[in-house]
């Protein structure tokens, strides 16, 4: 086999589980040459990257950022990104080591929860170099393509402490910074209980939810549970719900032909006027047009 050929099929293997099912998504590592991409694209991981030889700029829905090399970021991939730019630094060819991990796996992570709730607030994290290096991601990498199970288990687990050691100090936020009132990155007061209707939310988001049962998932007093969720997330449930529902419809317009109707409904919308009137109010179009933007864009 040529090395195009195993280039091609190692490319093949580390894509399936990105492929299958874009709106949920699977576990998975790969490790290549940084290509600027041609338009913004989101999928159900929280993502993170690792760059060595070069910076890059990203764009995460409408904000710029730049990633240095020799620092892991994350951050969740389910709203828009799109990589926009990479500066070699030195003369070795620049790699970016990838790791998808499946949003509802994140979210059932034990103490970590300063970095799911900022996450899913918009926030993109710079994991301490201390914590996390080339060779670390060259490990799990392996234990990620050898198919052994207990490899990839304690590759999770890994993951898991390393997240927990950057919440000791040392994580630099290049969106979201939940430490720039108090000075340092922490979990708010009973984030755990947070951290379940956020959970509950997102794996409901098709059904009919009222903030009582978004409360019911912690078993504390609707108005308790309320009250706890705005202020960590900075808005009230419902309206995180509607955020959420308008971020699996937009990535259904972009990666299907579903008819707009089913959309509203596959959201938890419960009209096409209300997922219309939701939609306009946040992207400034109705969804069809959104849509057809996109489609150009794509096909150019």
């Given at each position: ?57 990203y764009d995460v829905d409408g904000r710029v950022v730049e990633l240095p ?95 927990r050691r950057g919440l000791l100090g040392g994580i630099d936020w290049l ?43 912690t078993g504390l007093h609707e108005n308790y549970a309320t009250t706890l ?72």
């Open positions: 086999m040529t090395r195009s050929s195993r280039d091609r099929a190692r490319s093949i293997h580390e894509r399936q589980f990105y492929a299958l099912n874009r709106a949920v998504g699977r576990f998975g590592i790969r490790s290549f040459r940084p290509q600027i991409m041609a338009a913004p694209h989101w999928h159900g991981h929280v993502e993170f990257n690792y760059l060595e030889n070069a910076s890059m700029t090399p020799g620092r892991l970021a994350l951050f969740w991939a389910g709203v828009p990104h799109q990589l926009t730019a990479v500066t070699p630094v030195g003369e070795a060819p620049p790699r970016l080591t990838n790791l998808y991990l499946p949003l509802d796996a994140f979210l059932f992570m034990p103490h970590v929860a300063a970095l799911q709730i900022t996450l899913l607030n918009g926030g993109l994290a710079l994991m301490p170099e201390a914590v996390c290096d080339a060779a670390t991601l060259d490990r799990w990498y392996r234990d990620y393509r050898s198919n052994d199970v207990e490899r990839v288990e304690i590759l999770k687990m890994e993951l898991n402490a390393m997240l969106l979201g910074d939940p430490g720039a009132e108090s000075g340092r990155t922490q979990a708010p007061a009973h984030a755990h209980h947070v951290v379940a209707m956020i959970r509950f939310i997102v794996e409901n988001l098709a059904e009919p939810m009222s903030n009582a049962d978004i409360a019911a998932a969720f705005s202020r960590a997330m900075r808005l009230p449930p419902k309206q995180f719900l509607i955020r959420m529902r308008l971020l699996r419809a937009r990535a259904l317009l972009m990666e299907s032909g579903t008819p707009v109707t089913a959309i509203a409904a596959a959201s938890g919308f419960s009209s096409s006027s209300q997922f219309y009137a939701h939609f306009r109010a946040a992207y400034g179009m109705p969804p069809q047009v959104m849509r057809d933007r996109y489609m150009a864009m794509t096909l150019r």
